[in-house]
């Protein structure tokens, strides 16, 4: 998508073949850098601090992770310890071990020397396959959408938390694949932004990139949207996905468990969007995911603009409170009302994700 | 309750007898300032801008506003003009007009010259009442805390959200006012505290205050309570409320209803904690009661310590990302375990209100 009017995706390769480059994430919205990754270092680190996030970004980042990995050093050594370091950076993403796992597949069976650019190759295919498919899940959202009659008469209301927009992928996004198209097919769409404490990805890149694009939007407290749904201010819900299992348990952000809750007692639509390689076959129960449990300064600290424009981290609790920081939860399926994949749109269940993947079926 | 090892209330008056002293709890717990209130429209300022928040303080601080007028000007014109000013300074709150309704239904019959000694007299009984009444609460708490089995076989663990401890009171505090009880009693208690964006009540009052009366505490962003109840971490929840409906639905700090539509999905008791003068008998129906919109700005901004000890303010948001903050929800009976009054504990109900309160009951 546009920034300023310059066609970027979120990750890419440096003219020189080898430098990988990214937006990085934690300065916005209030500072647009593209950060150099060279080595193989700069993408785990660049993974497990968050410079990129959200699950399709994550994978995109791991293989170009790889082949960095490969460019140092195309030995089997490196190529397993590459494997290792990279698959800790982030323990809840699934798309991370898919790519990691799809690249490594790849490599071991090849001779060194040819392992640097067919590690290259791959990842930009994995690139190019990402914003195809989040294109098609915005074609599919988008054919739910028409659908909706808005509660208010005028615009259809959406919901989203956190970010599943084209920062959180290659291009295009998740969740918000299907508002850009309602929103270019001229439906007069209007967002509801969770601020999405602790990190604050709804107020700082979802308002951010829905801002740069023209779509209108409101950012509200996390806290906000079970009454607004009360009062018949939102028409669905859509956010993207960490994890989901084989029967439709959705890992998200914290907090998407309270907003499918209350989208459930308002008989609000709560979608969610998603690309294949987040389904985590080997998975039933969303109970059984490991919640990665992050820094307590996220929730104690926030940084933001100061009146003189510079960026300062300010301190938020007194002296002596601990914080906790749960960084994702599972909203489990029968809260969901569809799941909305590149293949089409489904019940959250075994048999709604089997109908789009019937080759996921497993022997009787 | 003590802070630093020096009891205090939260409103108090001054040695002069016309001053009244008020926490400024906008301040906290970066700085703890006293503030005088010589005027009547210190006192609606005070309210207005939360220096002062909490339904009972509230109450209390506006029939200090009505004593204040009447020092200056004991006059018909003023008694009307005060309670004019003061109602509107936040018009959810029901101890509000419940004040300043006791205390025009005193003042207006005596003699403009006898009014200013007894509206002081007044307010300071409305004090002393909200104290006693706050001590009850926790009576009565506590023996529902009593028979909590906790889930992780060692500590209780009670979740709060916005701040209902001694600083939203005169003292003890409402839905606070149990745990201080519990731990006073030995009993092993700790309180997962919402941080309430958007205005951070827990972050900053509630936290503050477990922390200098020393009770085991963790503050936690809004979105991850009901992860915490998924994997059984909360015992109990317990909030307070700006105004409660005579059928038990429950207006509170914006987000109390995701809360509460967690802890029902999880069977964790949801109790809320309230002081007579909160119950609205004049209402049924929470869906009718006006919510606040407060400004955008609470929203988009936020204010902490920097690393050299100044409190500064923020910003959050991309320019031109608008932000809207309804600064309240209504939690419906349904979803409320039991109310716990100065009276003792009920069901949410009209028929539960008055079994405690049976001169309420209509006539036939």
Redesign the interface.
């Known amino acids: 998508m546009k920034v300023d009017g310059v066609p970027y995706r979120t990750i890419w390769l440096a003219p020189d073949g080898t430098t990988v480059q990214v937006i990085d994430q934690t300065l916005?919205?209030h500072a647009f850098v593209v950060r150099d990754w060279r080595r193989m270092e700069d993408a785990e680190r660049g993974i497990r601090t968050m410079i990129v996030r959200g699950a399709p970004l994550i994978g995109a980042a791991a293989a170009y992770g790889m082949a960095l990995a490969m460019a140092a050093d195309p030995s089997d050594a490196m190529l397993t310890h590459a494997y290792t370091v990279l698959m800790a950076s982030r323990p809840t993403a699934v798309n991370l071990r898919w790519a990691l796992d799809d690249l490594h597949a790849l490599l071991a069976p090849l001779a060194p020397p040819e392992r640097r650019d067919a590690a290259y190759r791959r990842a930009a295919e994995i690139c190019d396959e990402d914003a195809e498919i989040c294109r098609r899940i915005g074609e599919n959202g988008l054919g739910l959408i028409r659908q909706i009659k808005p509660r208010s008469g005028e615009r259809v209301n959406a919901l989203t938390h956190c970010n599943a927009g084209w920062l959180a992928t290659v291009d295009w996004g998740t969740a918000l694949a299907p508002i850009y198209q309602a929103h270019d097919a001229g439906i007069p769409i209007h967002v509801?932004?969770d601020?999405?404490?602790?990190r604050?990805q709804g107020?700082?890149l979802t308002?951010?990139e829905?801002?740069k694009h023209g779509v209108p939007?409101?950012?509200?407290?996390?806290?906000?949207?079970?009454?607004?749904m009360?009062?018949d201010q939102v028409d669905f819900c859509i956010t993207g996905t960490d994890r989901t299992t084989r029967c439709g348990d959705v890992c998200n952000?914290?907090?998407t468990?309270?907003?499918a809750?209350?989208a459930h007692?308002n008989g609000v639509p709560f979608y969610v969007g998603l690309p294949y390689p987040t389904i985590d076959w080997t998975l039933e129960r969303g109970?059984d995911i490991p919640?990665e449990e992050r820094s307590a300064a996220e929730?104690?600290?926030?940084?933001?603009?100061?009146?003189a424009g510079a960026v300062?981290?300010?301190?938020?609790?007194?002296?002596?409170?601990?914080?906790?920081?749960?960084a994702?939860?599972?909203t489990p399926a029968r809260l969901v009302t569809a799941l909305v994949t590149e293949r089409g749109v489904c019940a959250a269940s075994e048999a709604g994700l089997l109908s789009l993947y019937p080759d996921r079926a497993r022997a009787a």
């Open positions: 916005l919205p509801w932004v601020e999405t404490r602790p604050n107020a700082s308002a951010w829905l801002a939007h409101t950012v509200i407290a996390d806290n906000a949207g079970g009454h607004l009360q009062r952000k914290i907090g468990y309270l907003k809750l209350a007692d109970a919640i929730v104690s600290r926030i940084a933001g603009r100061t009146a300062a981290t300010v301190e938020l609790l007194p002296a002596g409170s601990p914080a906790a920081n749960p994702f939860d599972v």
